[in-house]
């Protein structure tokens, strides 16, 4: 008998039955029990799931920088770092920014200077490679700017010659063509404390061994001429920055303290109930260096809480620590459950009633940085980390609401609670709808183009704008939420997903890797507003996902498609992105055949004994070009969803029109009805 059998959406609602009992004794049946088992085993007794969350090696360099700036060099953590560091090192001497990866500068700059931090021999076989790399990469003249005022603090690099960040940032106002809540969120608070190191300039003497002279090169001529308009403002930028490089050798006084004391309270204020400034390893580093840097007695305490939040992302063995660049509990448990519903789990278990009770303990209930856009919506959504109430974002409200908005909780007020959290979060990505119809993660409309030439933007992540993958999975979340197909918000959104397919087919992928997610994603959504299997649109969907398939039946992709062309939906196959494809082929109306037959064998025969599934092969996207992620959890929520998906189809089930399970006069939000 076929994988497949022969499944054919049904109009008709779907069927009730028994979760956990196979409908047919067959290998997808089987299959979808197992890592329905698996997950449920997994899951954490108060209700969440985490799994982990892993970065390159620029963490560990950081960590590394961290203790040698706290005078804790000499901790066996450290030296664990360093371990991890000496594994991670290339066959051709470098570091790079994903496993496969070619050599990248700023990695193979820090881990040179953390080994050498450590006291790893100048001559030394592996150290000689790291510096040869190095040098070949254009050394400490080719960093971006952050790494540059890091090297700048230990005397490595001159402060002159670093891009300008200054405190009086903080003072502008907000209809000023440039304020700090016009920069991403991430930006944001990566730079505010950055500011108070740039500006007072902070200095750790390191041993005449660790020096870095031997990286200092003459600057490289650029790859590639920028565009007119790119041109054109990073003149205009370079010479503001040197005329603010100018002011900074001898600033106002009484405007320099009121910027500096802005920075410092906005610091501070945003570390209330948070993991951390922003939760995520950058600003939490930034924000150690800054408070300590200020000097204030009443600081050491909040330096020594953001030490502890660091410490909370280790994992440590008998002879390597790594750092994650943050921790996932929300995002993992919202993928989750949803998965689990997909697969069978009741909508009324105690499994699910549990999952739900800890989001609604982690909802958003306090007004974070996204209110200074001006959005209108109420204050709801949900966060990535355990407390991070300053941010929530799009992506995690959404598939908190997908996954949400299908539970059923026994008790009357629980379910009362439960429908008024989703009012809240559906309202909330309402009012965080850009101009161009689309959706961006943390901010709305933080789209200016011009401010990614600001020298000190050179992270490759100064704006927030709108993407297509995050849309797609708000196209989702609002369907379930009562939102009706026809209404004008979801209308913006297919069309804003409409306009950004690209010529052969695919759609780019901002926080996943990368072509096979932007394309599964968008498919899916556009399939669930009402678009037609035979339209171009999911006809070019079918067909590009289609050309991308492996000898072996599965799909891969590497980050090395962000920055070329040729390497677009290939790579060594993932189960993670065999599932994206499988699902993006069936909502584009591909219900049966070769491709989808020896895609969901290749899922059938890399499942684990034990139900879940191992990718070696990172599909996680921090920041295109620039930062990427390995998902631990990915390769097994995804298979068993396409799966799922699967069963569904077979059994007659309403996969692409779900009914809607939210909009009830309990759920409505002061006068707010979904898609009101």
């Given at each position: ?6 499944p ?8 009730p ?20 088992s ?13 799994a ?23 901790d066996?953590k ?20 994903f ?5 990248d ?20 076989p ?7 790399a ?11 700017s ?14 002159s010659?670093?891009p300008a ?8 106002p ?7 809540y016009q ?6 608070a ?8 740039r ?7 390191v041993?005449?061994e ?5 990286l ?7 790859d ?28 106002l ?13 906005w ?7 948070s ?8 600003p939490i ?8 840097t ?23 063995d ?13 995002w993992d ?11 069978g ?10 999952a ?12 974070g ?5 001006r959005?209108?919506?109420?204050v ?6 355990y ?8 992506d995690?409200?959404?598939?908190v ?5 299908q ?14 959290a ?12 850009n101009?161009?119809?689309g ?14 030439h600001?020298?000190?933007a ?7 704008p ?6 797609a ?36 992928g901002?926080?996943?890797?990368n072509?096979?997610?932007g394309?599964?994603?968008a ?8 678009e ?6 999911l ?14 039946g ?9 920055s ?5 939906g ?8 065999t ?12 219900w ?17 004994v ?5 990718d ?41 029109s ?10 409505k939000?002061?006068?707010w009805?979904?898609?009101?």
């Amino acid at each position: 008998m076929s994988i497949l059998d022969s499944p054919a959406e049904a109009i008709s609602p779907a069927r009730p039955r028994d979760p956990l009992r196979p409908t047919a004794p067959s290998r997808v049946d089987e299959a979808v029990e197992r890592g329905l088992s698996y997950l449920l085993g997994i899951q954490n007794e108060d209700g969440h799931w985490r799994a982990q969350l892993e970065g390159d090696t620029i963490l560990e360099s950081e960590y590394i920088l961290t203790l040698c700036f706290l005078g804790r060099l000499g901790d066996g953590k450290a030296v664990k770092a360093g371990e991890t560091l000496r594994r991670a090192q290339t066959s051709t001497g470098g570091w790079n920014t994903f496993p496969g990866g070619v050599d990248d500068v700023n990695p193979t700059v820090k881990a040179y200077f953390s080994l050498k931090l450590l006291g790893d021999p100048a001559n030394a076989p592996h150290m000689l490679a790291a510096r040869e790399a190095a040098r070949t990469l254009g050394g400490l003249e080719a960093c971006n700017s952050f790494t540059k005022i890091y090297l700048a603090v230990f005397g490595q690099f001159p402060w002159s010659r670093c891009p300008a960040v200054p405190p009086e940032l903080m003072l502008l106002p907000s209809w000023a063509p440039f304020n700090i809540y016009q920069m991403s969120s991430w930006s944001r608070a990566i730079v505010v404390p950055l500011s108070i190191i740039r500006a007072l300039r902070p200095r750790v003497d390191v041993p005449a061994e660790a020096a870095l002279g031997d990286l200092h090169m003459p600057a490289r001529p650029r790859d590639r001429a920028p565009s007119i308009a790119a041109a054109c403002w990073g003149r205009l930028f370079r010479v503001v920055d040197g005329l603010l490089r100018f002011y900074e050798r001898a600033p106002l006084p009484g405007l320099r303290r009121r910027a500096l004391d802005g920075a410092r309270r906005w610091t501070v204020e945003h570390l209330e109930g948070s993991d951390g400034l922003g939760a995520i390893f950058p600003p939490i580093i930034n924000s150690i260096f800054a408070l300590r840097t200020l000097g204030r007695e009443e600081d050491e305490s909040l330096v020594l809480d953001q030490v502890g939040e660091l410490e909370r992302l280790e994992i440590e063995d008998a002879e390597t620590l790594k750092i994650q660049p943050c921790l996932s509990p929300v995002w993992d448990t919202a993928l989750s459950l949803s998965t689990l519903l997909e697969a069978g789990l009741a909508p009324d278990s105690e499994a699910a009633a549990r999952a739900t009770r800890w989001l609604l303990d982690h909802e958003v209930r306090r007004p974070g940085d996204w209110a200074r856009r001006r959005a209108k919506a109420p204050v709801g959504g949900w966060y990535f980390e355990y407390a991070n109430p300053f941010y929530p974002d799009t992506d995690d409200t959404a598939q908190v609401i997908s996954g949400l908005s299908q539970v059923r909780l026994a008790g009357e007020a629980d379910q009362a609670r439960l429908d008024r959290a989703l009012a809240r979060g559906v309202a909330w990505l309402e009012g965080m709808q850009n101009r161009d119809g689309g959706w961006g993660a943390f901010d709305k409309d933080c789209d200016r183009e011009f401010l990614t030439h600001i020298p000190f933007a050179d992270h490759n992540a100064m704006i927030d704008p709108a993407t297509v993958d995050v849309t797609a999975r708000v196209i989702d979340a609002l369907l379930r939420s009562g939102v009706k197909r026809e209404a004008d918000i979801l209308k913006r959104a297919a069309s804003f997903i409409r306009q950004l397919q690209e010529d052969d087919g695919s759609w780019f992928g901002r926080w996943g890797c990368n072509y096979i997610y932007g394309t599964w994603l968008a498919a899916w959504a556009l399939r669930r507003v009402g678009e037609s299997v035979e339209s171009p649109t999911l006809r070019g969907a079918a067909s590009w996902l289609e050309s991308h398939q492996n000898e072996d039946g599965g799909w891969g992709e590497l980050p090395l498609s962000y920055s070329r062309p040729s390497a677009r939906g290939r790579g060594p196959s993932t189960a993670c992105q065999t599932a994206w494809a499988l699902i993006g082929l069936m909502a584009s109306g591909v219900w049966q055949g070769v491709s989808l037959e020896r895609g969901f064998d290749y899922l059938l025969r890399s499942q684990e004994v034990g139900g879940d599934w191992l990718d070696e092969h990172w599909t996680g996207t921090g920041f295109p070009g620039v930062f990427y992620l390995r998902y631990h959890g990915y390769a097994t929520y995804f298979p068993l969803m396409a799966l799922a998906t699967l069963r569904r189809l077979r059994a007659g089930e309403p996969v692409f029109s779900t009914p809607h399970v939210l909009g009830s006069a309990e759920a409505k939000l002061n006068g707010w009805t979904p898609g009101g």
